[in-house]
């Protein structure tokens, strides 16, 4: 029975908004283990919920087109920064139709620096376009004039992430941005230097692959 439930929620973490994000493996597996402590399925049918992005997609709703202005407080990697507002309310946001190289992948570290020389304890507006499944919100931020954003791409920092792009960027503000990415390339700024840079949601897909084997290994015994 516990076999079953592991996959369960495994499956129900895969098919999340954010299965490109290893954090959904950590949380199955912390799930499984309170059933295994006693819990029973209704203990846990709401954070089977959370892994299949039901709250989430009602929390984005309340949140979607939402502005504010704040200062930033904390930068966690390449694009995910930490904003107090005037209201002293802590935020975490993930930057919006950018994906910057994981922190343990190569230039990670280096993205993040880059932001942080940019931006650290700046004051900022922040555009937020929605929430994500783990609470972060997905913004765009402005220090002054400058779209954070965009500058991480410029600055060979940051991939244009297209697939989500797509969804919220108008047709100017996409083309604005691949073509910040283009004229990076062309110059070889930042990770572009390197040869063959891999793509974070690439890596990402790799690391996924790994743990799930890991999963499936330590469970069924595959």
């Known amino acids: 029975m516990l ?9 129900a973490g895969g098919f999340s908004y954010a299965s490109d994000k290893t954090d959904w493996v950590k949380f199955g ?3 499984v283990e309170r059933v295994a402590q006693g819990g029973g399925w209704k203990s846990i049918l709401p954070d089977l919920y959370e892994l299949a992005g039901i709250e989430h997609a009602e929390k984005s709703r309340q949140v979607r087109q939402k502005s504010y202005t704040g200062r930033i407080t904390r930068i966690s990697d390449g694009d995910t920064v930490h904003v107090t507002d005037g209201n002293g309310k802590k935020h975490k946001i993930r930057m919006a139709h950018i994906d910057a190289p994981e922190l343990n992948q190569a230039y990670g570290t280096r993205a993040r620096d880059q932001l942080v020389a ?3 304890n700046a004051k900022v507006r922040v555009k937020v376009f929605e929430l994500d499944r783990y609470g972060r919100e997905v913004a765009q ?5 400058t779209d954070l954003n965009l500058q991480q791409i410029r600055e060979g920092a940051a991939w244009h ?7 919220q960027q108008n047709k100017l503000a996409f083309a604005e941005y691949a073509a910040a990415q283009k004229q990076a390339k062309k110059n070889r700024k930042g990770l572009w230097r390197g040869n063959n840079p891999q793509a974070p949601w690439d890596w990402r897909k790799q690391q996924n692959a790994r743990q799930n084997h890991s999963e499936r290994t330590k469970w069924f015994g595959w």
């Open 29 to 31: 597996s912390e799930v």
């Open 118 to 120: 940019a931006a650290d």
């Open 161 to 167: 992430y297209e697939s989500y792009a797509r969804k």
């Open 3 to 11: 076999k079953w439930l592991a996959l369960t929620a495994v499956l």
């Open 141 to 145: 931020v402005f220090a002054g004039d």
